[in-house]
């Protein structure tokens, strides 16, 4: 079982030694004297974030000290790179953040699956159109930042063996696929949505700190998992979580997190669910009406029958301040886990959805359906 590994950051400066104290203090106030000018010069001519927000709305903050560092991966062979294996499971199912310490440089993940992903997800670009993508006005600048961000600086920094920058230093290179792209951001925020669409599997969510909460004001989401991503675009985190059973025991948390969360400090989390098909894109997952009728399975096909799990991400733009949500998807066949030796923990799992503190996540991830043949067949 894979785990995700949190990881520190270096402190920026070392303790002066004491012998050296007038010295440093001395030093110390030119230099904020320094920074205070700068500042002050910084603010008065960088574009400011949240500019087209409503009235009443909360403006976006501005960490002091953003820092997006990337570490390069100079000899990543993306072919031998097997997926990782997540098992975020537990006997008895609690609604929580759950959420582990990453850094920038694991915004994206990349492995064997990628040239097929991409292509997959290009070709569901084309025939869903808007069902998978879109931003509002006041989206659009994000969206910008974080198309320079990944075509300029992180893929070709983090994954040089894949992704490069041209010789005249105006277009990005993508060598597993052949296709190019301008580094300079589209004015159609829609195309620059696509072309991150077919160039990471991630699927990615833009929010806006707003007086009622964080709003989604841009999307891109070719593997959805239950749900509408069209839908969900234009809605308050707490609307977009509204079916979810239990949400309103971490939601006050939630947006807390939201607003806190700093440049350079990613977080992430792990999310699962079972399906009984092999579709990355799939609307119909989720039960979200207690009065619906359902029928239970009373069997399955073992070959299409899957452990889905996400591998999430949260991470702050440092100009427009866009909490950029993301995630990637992962299928592990219920054979496949049963011939590792994890079949009863996982159906321990299931049946756990039961209890907990969110006992409607039996009926919400569908296991009032599938749940009994599943976990017969994990125990067999």
Known sequence: MAAIV????????????????????????????????????????????????????????????????????????????????????????????????????????????????VTLRRSLIDEKGHAVHGYLPRGKESVAELYTYLLRDYLPARYPTMFRIGPDGTVFENTVTGRTFPIQPPEDADAALRTLGETVEEDLFLLHETSGGHLCVAFMCCFPSGFDPSEKFGNLLKDIHAPVPSYSK??????????????????????????????????????????????????????????????????????????????????????????????????????????????????YKSAVRWGKPVCDYLRS
């Open 6 to 117: 949190g990881h520190g950051f270096k402190p920026w400066i070392s303790r002066p030694d004491t012998n050296g104290v007038i010295g440093v203090c001395i030093a110390l106030a030119l230099i904020t004297a320094i920074y205070k000018f700068i500042a002050k010069s910084w603010t008065a001519t960088e574009p400011q974030a949240n500019i087209d927000a409503k009235p009443g709305e909360m403006p976006a903050r501005h960490d002091e000290t953003p820092s997006l560092v990337v570490e390069p991966l100079e000899k990543f062979d993306w072919q031998a790179t097997e997926p990782t294996i997540y098992l975020p499971i537990k006997p008895v199912y609690h609604i929580t953040m759950a959420l582990q310490q990453d850094t920038p440089s694991r915004l994206i993940t990349i492995d064997r699956d990628y040239l097929d992903r």
């Open 250 to 363: 971490i939601g006050t948390s939630m947006e807390r997190f939201f607003s806190k969360l700093q440049v350079g400090k990613s977080v992430k989390r792990l999310n699962w669910s079972v399906q009984t098909n092999n579709e990355l894109y799939t609307l119909g997952n989720h039960i979200k009406d207690d009065a619906a009728e359902v029928v239970s399975e009373d069997s399955i096909d073992v070959n299409q029958t899957y452990l889905r799990v996400e591998l999430q991400t949260l991470t702050r733009l440092p100009r427009t301040q866009a909490v950029l949500f993301s995630f990637k998807t992962y299928l592990y066949g219920i054979r496949q886990i049963r011939e590792q030796g994890s079949g009863p923990e996982l159906a321990d799992a299931i049946e756990g959805l039961k209890s907990g503190n969110a006992p409607g996540m039996w009926r």
